[in-house]
């Protein structure tokens, strides 16, 4: 929801109601909270196993390919918001609908998956996600001042299916091997946090790099958009390598 409230917010009053906006959201969340949410205890078994244990290969992996992923996709939330708005020329209202497209491939896809790791197992649909991604990301590569709009949707909803089909079984994964819920959500969340940094400093450095060799915006997006397909292609070719769950 947010991409399509924030465009209509520029649009209709600027900017800074993107923040002001959610500042009695904010509050709302911290005071429910605080009434509703009950405090937890873990088992003391738990944290009898040193952390250090817990990281088997297959961990490894998952959290490897939950950067990546995440690295790989950034470059969306960093320069699509310019292309719809400076290349294309749609409005912020009209650009913040089609940038939804993304987030909301994610939500239809993670439930399914989720349904269909329970079922079918997850490594198929790990891979399976990073390769929708990775042609998502590709189409993105493609884009130019002549692209149909209809072709940008597409591309979009591609990434964020990929998104969603990868990232509910990959957590799953981390899941199935730690014990400690706790830190395998926590070490998840990690690594999608370092992937979105990363993610902002590699787009940022390439689509600076070509944009003051070539001058131009198109060129500079496109090749950025190339190595966040390469990365994504990458994670792909890591989740196909044979690992035993312990």
């Given at each position: ?27 709302l ?9 009950r405090p ?20 490894l ?21 310019y ?11 009209l ?34 996600g ?28 591609l ?18 091997e730690?014990p ?14 370092v ?10 450095l ?9 001058a ?15 990365i ?8 196909l390598?044979?690992?035993r769950?312990?």
């Amino acid at each position: 929801v947010g991409p399509a409230v924030g465009g209509l917010l520029v649009e209709k009053f600027g900017w800074r109601w993107i923040y002001l906006f959610r500042v009695p959201l904010a509050v709302l969340l911290a005071v429910g909270a605080a009434v509703w949410l009950r405090p937890t205890r873990g088992s003391e078994r738990s944290f009898q196993e040193p952390v250090w244990r817990a990281l088997t290969p297959l961990v490894l992996m998952a959290a490897l390919l939950a950067l990546l992923s995440n690295l790989a996709v950034f470059a969306v939330w960093l320069l699509v918001p310019y292309y719809l708005v400076d290349v294309l020329h749609e409005s912020p209202g009209l650009g913040g609908l089609i940038f939804l497209l993304t987030p909301l491939g994610t939500a239809v896809a993670a439930p399914l998956s989720g349904w269909g790791a329970d079922r079918l197992g997850t490594r198929g649909l790990v891979a399976t996600g990073l390769a929708v991604e990775s042609v998502g990301l590709f189409l993105v590569s493609r884009f130019d001042a002549a692209s149909h709009i209809g072709g940008v949707a597409l591309a979009l909803s591609l990434v964020g299916l990929g998104q969603g089909i990868f990232t509910v079984p990959n957590m799953n994964l981390v899941m199935r091997e730690l014990p400690r819920q706790g830190l395998a959500g926590g070490m998840m969340l990690t690594m999608r946090t370092v992937g979105v940094l990363l993610g902002v400093s590699v787009a940022s450095l390439v689509f600076d790099w070509r944009q003051r060799v070539t001058a131009s915006f198109i060129i500079a997006f496109r090749d950025t958009f190339l190595a966040s397909t390469v990365i994504c292609l990458v994670a792909l070719l890591v989740s196909l390598i044979p690992m035993r769950s312990t």
